[in-house]
């Protein structure tokens, strides 16, 4: 399944290249600003082909990484307060990133800023169909949000949860979306139309 990672993936993942990862000091093509030597990781998301590693920073940042070169290719910033999830579609091409006021979504090859979706205010977990025209939304409000990527739209709203949901994955093949929330509870989705094929119980917390 393709998901975000967490924290402590993010911090393993940096600790694999920290021998070779450029410090920060690498402006990206076309110039940017310098960064902090000193940024930790928030969230990071990984392309399906596992070349491009989208990586979010508290001082809402982003980094993409190029892991075949071990190389910074884009710095994007724009993000407003409270930054809280990242996602990188499968190609490689848009990265999306959530604050307290909307969900933002970039090229991720020219850091062009395609969409604000304000809809999606406070978003704490984005993923990409595998095509990318698809935008899937988990929200402290307990709702999966379905949004169109060309325009913008919210076209399918899924409740069911009764605590804010935290992580979403998919299947390789995205016919099934599975969502998580903060009482440990697990529903899966038929993606395609919104029907809630099962729901799992136990987890004693977040999953």
């Not at 920290?18 to 600003?33: D, Q």
């Not at 599975?178 to 977040?206: C, F, P, Q, Y």
Request: hydrophobic fraction near 40%.
């Amino acid at each position: 399944m393709h998901h975000c990672l967490s924290h402590r993936r993010v911090a393993a993942l940096f600790v694999l290249f920290s021998l070779s990862i450029p410090a920060y000091a690498k402006r990206p093509r076309g110039g940017g600003k310098d960064w902090k030597d000193s940024e930790e990781p928030l969230a990071a998301s990984l392309s399906a082909d596992g070349n491009r590693l989208a990586v979010l920073y508290e001082s809402k940042k982003i980094q993409i990484w190029d892991l075949a070169t071990r190389s910074v290719t884009k710095r994007i910033d724009g993000l407003g307060e409270e930054v809280r999830a990242i996602a990188i579609s499968r190609d490689g091409a848009l990265v999306a990133a959530a604050d307290k006021e909307a969900v933002r979504i970039w090229s991720a090859t020219e850091g062009t800023e395609k969409a604000k979706l304000t809809e999606l205010k406070e978003a704490q977990t984005l993923l990409f169909s595998p095509n990318g025209a698809i935008l899937y939304a988990g929200s402290p409000d307990k709702k999966v949000r379905v949004v169109n990527v060309e325009d913008g739209k919210v076209t399918a709203t899924w409740e069911g949860h009764k605590q804010a949901i935290h992580s979403l994955s998919m299947t390789t093949d995205g016919g099934t979306i599975v969502s998580s929330d903060a009482a440990g509870k697990v529903k899966i989705w038929r993606a395609g139309d919104g029907t809630e094929l099962n729901s799992h119980e136990g987890h004693s917390d977040a999953v």
